[in-house]
């Protein structure tokens, strides 16, 4: 049996390996070896036994007391999530962090007044004071913003914060902030929502540009091959051409414009199609 070492101390808002110790009426207790948690029966294993190692999720009770739950939150302490907000009062906000503990926003930590059943970005960290689990939809204030070590066309995680005049704001691998250009975005993109992207640039303060496509050469390789697949399967021809919008190319293959333009060039250049102001088509093959 693995022992706990009383130097792993229990990490409040974030999921801790803690050994079953005794029975109470309330619930299991559980310890690091120098602090002891409740674990309420109704999220307890019920196999679990005396001696065993549990993984459970820990936090500060309103009245104090170090808890547990095996249940899994939205995010954990150090991470940026999409949350409801539930409650609010003068103080601040209480958003769902669904695990049937709310997350306390203080009014100072909020970018905007929130307001409830409204859907917010927030990071999550602990008090000082406190030690309890605290929000802040001031994002700027909680990444990395000197230092990194992404380079042009990697490829990221990103996670969507807000929209403004430029485009969408988002959170990059849970670290940095970036940003999506309204011109290079064909789909509808709201806070909360996450996807792939690459990193197209990198400017002068460590800004960061976005894209949601594969960024370089090998980019037009891989369109190229998807151009042609395309064309194959759909008898020889696509109905997208030189003047099609771009929200019909986004819609049919899910790339920008510009990006069409160059693999179709490519592969007229090839003379592997012919090109047309609303369609595509394979060059026939000529026999031997």
């Not at 990221?156 to 914060?161: A, G, K, P, S, Y």
């Not at 592969?267 to 026939?284: A, C, T």
Request: hydrophobic share 40%; glycine share 6%; proline share 2%.
């Amino acid at each position: 049996m693995q022992d706990i070492q009383s130097e792993n101390m229990i990490e409040i808002g974030k999921f801790n390996e803690l050994r079953f110790i005794k029975k109470t009426e309330a619930g299991l207790i559980l310890t690091d070896g120098e602090k002891e948690v409740l674990l309420p029966y109704v999220h307890a294993p019920e196999d679990a036994q005396i001696g065993d190692n549990l993984h459970v999720f820990t936090y500060i009770h309103s009245d104090g007391r170090l808890m547990a739950t095996t249940e899994t939150p939205i995010a954990q302490v150090d991470e940026f999530a999409l949350l409801t907000v539930v409650d609010v009062n003068e103080q601040g906000a209480f958003l769902d962090m669904g695990i049937g503990k709310d997350v306390f926003v203080p009014e100072r930590e909020q970018k905007r007044p929130m307001q409830i059943g409204q859907k917010y970005v927030v990071y999550l960290f602990n008090d000082e004071r406190s030690e309890r689990i605290t929000a802040s939809s001031r994002l700027a204030e909680f990444v990395d913003q000197d230092e990194h070590d992404l380079e042009e066309g990697d490829e990221v995680r990103l996670l969507i914060t807000e929209e403004s005049d430029l485009g969408y704001t988002a959170v990059i691998n849970q670290r940095f902030l970036g940003l999506l250009y309204h011109n290079e975005v064909f789909e509808d993109l709201k806070a909360g929502d996450q996807r792939r992207g690459f990193i197209k640039k990198i400017r002068e303060g460590n800004k960061i540009d976005l894209s949601l496509q594969v960024i370089g050469f090998k980019h037009i390789l891989d369109l190229k091959d998807s151009l042609m697949i395309e064309l194959e399967e759909n008898g020889g021809s696509i109905s997208l051409g030189d003047k099609s919008s771009p929200e019909d190319i986004y819609n049919r293959l899910k790339i920008s414009k510009k990006a069409f333009k160059k693999a179709a060039g490519s592969l007229y250049k090839e003379r592997l199609i012919e090109i047309s102001d609303f369609e595509i088509k394979l060059v026939p093959k000529v026999r031997a």
